[in-house]
T-cell receptor, first 112, second 113 residues
Framework: DQQVKQNSPSLSVQEGRISILNCDYTNSMFDYFLWYKKYPAEGPTFLISISSIKDKNEDGRFTVFLNKSAKHLSLHIVPSQPGDSAVYFCAGVIQGAQKLVFGQGTRLTINP | DAGVIQSPRHEVTEMGQEVTLRCKPISGHDYLFWYRQTMMRGLELLIYFNNNVPIDDSGMPEDRFSAKMPNASFSTLKIQPSEPRDSAVYFC???????????FGPGTRLTVL
């Protein structure tokens, strides 16, 4: 039972445009979410996070939006750059249960 | 800090052999995680420790897999006996808490022939 889902395995975006990566979750007990970026042959690196008490968190070109009623979060990258081409994972934390769940990942390709 | 250290970086072994992967977390981090990445299943959490104690091992595929953390600076993931379907990249990560960013090691690429 996948509690955190990234339904798009891949996404292709033109350089300079906005990239939107989506993530859905099934358990309302998640209280914290994180996004990671992974380049080939490297470990994932932390990108941005958001607490369930917020609906938006911004860091430079990266913004994460959380819609609790829809159990949906999204990562916006604007403007997209070629260096953003990577696999992006979202993850949710259920603090009370000490549970951490990752999505399957979305491969983002930025075309010049 | 040197970051999370994993060894070996590459391991090629034959089916049926025992494989031991090693991890040294970042000093001061209370949480240690083991992940497996495959094309089919993406990034899977296998097990994680808090203060050297295993908290959630529900991702461990079967009894052939075991993980230990004898002290705060060392952890092992052992596969015995190994099978070709265990071929994957195994990552170790550490963090200050579940909700803090995890720092990943470079991974161990395991190939079981």
């Amino acid at each position: 039972d996948q509690q955190v889902k990234q339904n798009s395995p891949s996404l292709s975006v033109q350089e300079g445009r906005i990239s939107i990566l989506n993530c859905d979750y099934t358990n309302s007990m998640f209280d914290y979410f994180l996004w990671y970026k992974k380049y080939p042959a490297e470990g994932p690196t932390f990108l941005i996070s958001i607490s369930s008490i917020k609906d938006k968190n911004e860091d430079g070109r990266f913004t994460v939006f959380l819609n609790k009623s829809a159990k949906h979060l999204s990562l916006h990258i604007v403007p997209s750059q070629p260096g953003d081409s990577a696999v992006y994972f979202c993850a949710g934390v259920i603090q009370g249960a000490q549970k951490l769940v990752f999505g399957q990942g979305t491969r983002l390709t930025i075309n010049p | 800090d040197a970051g999370v250290i994993q060894s070996p970086r590459h391991e090629v072994t034959e089916m049926g052999q025992e494989v031991t992967l090693r991890c040294k977390p970042i000093s001061g981090h209370d949480y240690l995680f083991w992940y497996r990445q495959t094309m089919m299943r993406g990034l899977e959490l296998l097990i994680y420790f808090n203060n050297n104690v295993p908290i959630d091992d529900s991702g461990m595929p079967e009894d052939r897999f075991s993980a230990k953390m004898p002290n705060a600076s060392f952890s092992t993931l052992k596969i015995q006996p190994s099978e070709p379907r265990d071929s994957a990249v195994y990552f170790c990560a550490s963090s200050l808490s579940l909700a803090y960013e995890q720092f990943f090691g470079p991974g161990t690429r395991l190939t079981v022939l």
